[in-house]
């Protein structure tokens, strides 16, 4: 299967800063269609998850354009600029180029 | 507009049975895979599988194969998730998820509230 690995496993900061969170793949999640089937999931506090970016770095509608997503083959990245308190919760990353699918740990993003 | 609604929290006894329900509203069921995940509490996300309800084609994750059964009520436009032999291990939340689509992309655009199933005797 593969392994998503995300760090750090949690996160302090300050509103306003930006925040960056890792999702490294132990296989490259390239498909043979050429896309990158890489998502990030926001779960807050007694939610259920829901989604931010789709494809590595499409924002779903109604995302803040202060959640960036970039990366290719088995590194990728979440950015948020400008952290407000709506963005604190579980960030989780999501692979679906390879079955089975899987999830990374997640990153706890927390106030300071 | 879409909403996935899932069944209430189960009390079950090792070794039984629970079957949870996901009845979705607003798309044509029959369009969408429906994916479950298991949570247990204070947990990340582990993912289970997925049922295509236009055909009743299914996946099973290797660690939830005998574990888990997935089935499709086109009539109601319900999913289920039946999960036998239960254990204390088996005690976590359980959502649905709708994997929607966009031209060539896909993802998990509408989640359920979750089933909660503590496994006690």
């Known amino acids: 299967d593969v392994v998503l690995t995300q760090t750090p496993v949690s996160l302090s900061v300050t509103l306003g800063d930006q925040a960056s969170i890792s999702c490294r793949s132990s296989q490259s999640l390239e498909y043979s269609d050429g896309y990158t089937y890489l998502e990030w999931y926001l779960q807050k506090p007694g939610q259920s998850p829901q989604l931010l970016i789709y494809?590595?770095?499409n924002r779903f509608s109604g995302v803040p354009d202060r959640f960036i997503g970039s990366g290719s083959g088995t590194d990728f990245t979440l950015k948020i600029s400008r952290v407000e308190p709506e963005d604190l919760g579980v960030y989780y990353c999501?692979?679906?180029?390879?079955?089975?699918?899987?999830f990374g740990a997640g990153t706890k993003l927390e106030l300071k | 507009q879409v909403q996935l609604q899932q069944s209430g929290a189960e009390l079950a006894k090792p070794g039984t049975s629970v079957k949870l329900s996901c009845k979705a509203s607003g798309y044509t069921f029959t369009s969408y895979y429906i994916y479950w995940v298991k949570q247990r509490p204070g947990q990340g996300l582990e993912w289970i599988g997925y049922i295509y309800p236009g055909n009743g084609g299914t996946y099973y994750s290797e660690k939830f194969k005998g574990k888990a059964t997935f089935t499709a009520d086109t009539s109601s436009s319900t999913a289920y998730m039946l999960l036998g032999s239960l254990t204390p291990e088996d005690s976590a939340y359980y959502f649905c998820a709708r994997r929607g689509y966009s031209a060539y992309y896909w993802y998990f655009d509408f989640w359920g509230p979750g089933t909660m199933v503590t496994v006690s005797s």
């Open positions: 494809e590595v770095s």
């Open positions: 999501f692979q679906a180029t390879h079955d089975p699918n899987t």
